[in-house]
């Protein structure tokens, strides 16, 4: 269902009745501008359009397997529950939580990822219950507590200031709040200098900082990928599939955490 809502003197006002939407893309005014590290590269249409074949497809199922499983376990049941993705992309998990029976919104920066959201979810038959809308993760468009969840995968690493978004999350989450890292004493290292927009990495004590500046909570984590992303989506499926077995056998050593690439980070408000 899409609500109208303003904003006046920090108190948010529902001026409409909720209407049902088709899978819409929505534009809102960002106002004040927060900064994250590729914001017009994920502007072009042809970055959008193989976004996830690049990722995802070979090897990179492993890694889309694995993330979805880490927001369907973090939520739990999800059904009849209004869930927004900030930072939604493509919508892999937008659409997902929306077969799950979720009333999702995803919010994104990118009108070319949107579309590509739009599509996958008419091509999967729930563009009736899912919503998306471009704007600003620094400044959403909702009251405060409004959603029974609130998550932002893949997110984090291209934000510079984590914690200006990660309050404006926490604000409009009546329940869990759940995101993830790329990890600074991990194999992504060795590549991370390589990427083309860089990508922020955290310490354990870094996101130890955060949830406390931020108001969270840690309720759960979980850490994965001993090999990191990368090494994933440059192989076919049935060579990165070994690999995938080693690196789930590090994973359950005492090692395994340590050495991960990537955490996913189950929060909730700090007050409640």
């Known amino acids: 269902m899409a609500c109208r809502w303003r904003r006046a003197d920090d108190v948010w006002k529902q001026v409409?009745?909720?209407?049902?939407?088709?899978?819409?893309?929505?534009?809102?005014?960002?106002?004040?501008?927060?900064?994250?590290k590729g914001k017009e590269w994920y502007q072009a249409d042809e970055i959008a359009e193989a976004y996830d074949d690049k990722r995802f497809s070979g090897g990179g199922q492993f890694i889309d397997r694995r993330e979805k499983?880490?927001?369907?376990?973090?939520?739990?049941?999800v059904e009849e529950?209004?869930?927004?993705?900030?930072?939604?992309?493509?919508?892999?998990?937008?659409?997902?939580?929306a077969r799950e029976g979720a009333d999702v919104v995803g919010l994104d920066v990118s009108g070319p990822m949107l579309q590509q959201g739009k599509r996958k979810a008419a091509a999967t038959g729930v563009d009736e219950t899912v919503e998306f809308m471009r704007g600003d993760?620094?400044?959403?468009?909702?009251?405060?507590?409004?959603?029974?969840?609130?998550?932002?995968?893949?997110?984090?690493?291209?934000?510079?200031?984590?914690?200006t978004f990660l309050r404006e999350i926490k604000r409009v989450s009546k329940g869990p709040v759940l995101f993830d890292t790329f990890n600074s004493q991990s194999a992504r290292v060795v590549y991370n200098w390589l990427l083309p927009m860089g990508s922020r990495?955290?310490?354990?004590?870094?996101?130890?900082?955060?949830?406390?500046?931020?108001?969270?909570?840690?309720?759960?984590?979980?850490?994965?990928?001993?090999?990191?992303?990368?090494?994933?989506?440059?192989?076919?499926?049935?060579?990165?599939?070994?690999?995938?077995?080693?690196?789930?056998?590090?994973?359950?050593t005492g090692l395994g955490d340590a050495l991960a690439s990537v955490s996913y980070w189950q929060t909730t408000d700090a007050e409640e």
């Open 201 to 252: 990495l955290y310490s354990r004590s870094d996101v130890d900082a955060l949830l406390a500046d931020a108001g969270l909570e840690l309720v759960d984590e979980k850490h994965d990928f001993v090999l990191p992303y990368g090494f994933y989506r440059g192989l076919p499926e049935s060579i990165a599939s070994p690999f995938r077995q080693v690196d789930e056998g590090l994973g359950s």
């Open 137 to 163: 993760a620094a400044r959403l468009p909702f009251p405060d507590d409004h959603f029974d969840a609130v998550f932002a995968m893949r997110f984090f690493h291209l934000a510079d200031r984590p914690v």
């Open 16 to 36: 409409g009745p909720c209407q049902p939407v088709s899978s819409t893309v929505l534009q809102l005014g960002c106002g004040r501008s927060h900064s994250v």
């Open 81 to 97: 529950k209004s869930i927004l993705e900030v930072a939604c992309g493509t919508g892999r998990f937008t659409v997902m939580l």
């Open 69 to 77: 499983a880490a927001v369907l376990n973090a939520l739990g049941p």
